[in-house]
């Protein structure tokens, strides 16, 4: 398909108020541009969010292209070059809140899987888009959610590209082929207010926890391994006091979370913070939320097929990657072998002037198609 094609489907996205969890329309207006393509549509909504599976086939192998039709605010609007959801080509790029992150990705699914059809309507497997509108919210009632519906339907998925941006510099620089967990703490340290000139008549939890969340802080948990860098522990806030400058506190409230890798369980990882907290004799209260578990795609066909349309079509060899935060991937590859990332660059992604480039739009449609072109056309041979 031309970039115009992907721009313009681009344009219809952006232009549409889709602040998670709002679709917006969005959903609906994907799954009314690929009916005419055998795409069958089911909708699914839980809650507040909208979730559309669309799919082409019934056989295996299943490719499923993912994604997310919600953005995040705009912020102030007056900050912007020209308004978030009034897409605006400048210079060669396309700006809009979600240009980025994601809906010029869907856009360029949407082109790739028409321009594939039409090539290869007889084409061997099945084709689906997992769409939500809970990614950059929540993300209880998306895509977790239909991989649970996917799981009840005893649905074999094969192979997953989700469509966020992954890139660093330039298209093709990146592929994340996994990524690591995310685990948080909201810990509580408890001691006995009291009248700063008077300590002894207290009990300050602040300076109890200060060498313990020293001791977290400065714990190497691992060395990483060949996918995956080390294991991270950050204290994200912290709070205690009355506001007064003469009252001793009571309790001391810290929220910490780690990045891990496939080297740890996330028991483990609770297990040795127990362990450290409870060396140093704090009166604690600790409660857990795992956001995700880590996932990792091996080189195989997937990644081949991907490696090789980025190669093909912008020159470059791109560096396999698990950096950066959570994404729908960790819920898909719990029933999928094969789940790769790959979009647009991610430098503007969540700022003011979000943008992404015109060409890249193009190029992205084009090596989408390539790679289902790989997997999905027996023998197909070269590009």
Known sequence: MSVSATLELACELIARHSVTPQDAGCQALVAERLAPYGFVAQPMRFGEVDNLWLRRGTEGPLFVFAGHTDVVPSGPVDLWSSDPFTPTVRDGYLYGRGAADMKGAVAAVVTACEAFVQAHPDHAGSIALLLTSDEEGPAVHGTVKVVEWLKQQKETVDFCLVAEPSCQQQLGDTLKNGRRGSLSGDLVVLGQQGHVAYPHLADNPIH????????????????????????????????????????????????????????????????????????????????????????????????????????????????????????????????????????????????????????????????????????????????
Not at 209 to 224: C, K, Q
Not at 279 to 292: E, P, Q, T, V
């Open 208 to 383: 109890r926890a200060l060498p313990a969340l020293a001791e977290l802080a400065a714990t190497v948990w691992d060395e990483g391994n060949e996918y995956f860098p080390q294991t991270t522990f950050q204290i994200a806030n912290a709070h205690a006091g009355t506001g007064a400058d003469n009252v001793i506190p009571g309790r001391f409230e810290v929220q910490f979370n780690l990045r891990f890798s496939t080297v740890h369980s996330p028991e483990a990882i609770q297990q040795r913070i127990h362990a450290i907290l409870d060396a140093h004799n704090l009166d604690y209260r600790l409660n857990w939320r795992l956001s995700g578990l880590p996932f990792l795609t091996e080189p195989g066909r997937l990644v081949e097929a991907l490696t090789q349309a980025i190669e093909a079509h912008t020159g470059l060899q791109p560096i396999l990657s698990t950096s950066g935060g959570t994404s729908d991937g960790r819920f898909i590859a719990t029933i999928c072998p094969q789940v790769v990332e790959f979009g647009p660059l991610n430098a503007t992604i969540h700022r003011v002037d979000e943008c992404v480039s015109v060409a890249d739009l193009e190029q992205l449609s084009r090596i989408y198609t390539d790679v289902l072109r790989q997997l999905l056309v027996p023998h197909a041979q070269g590009l």
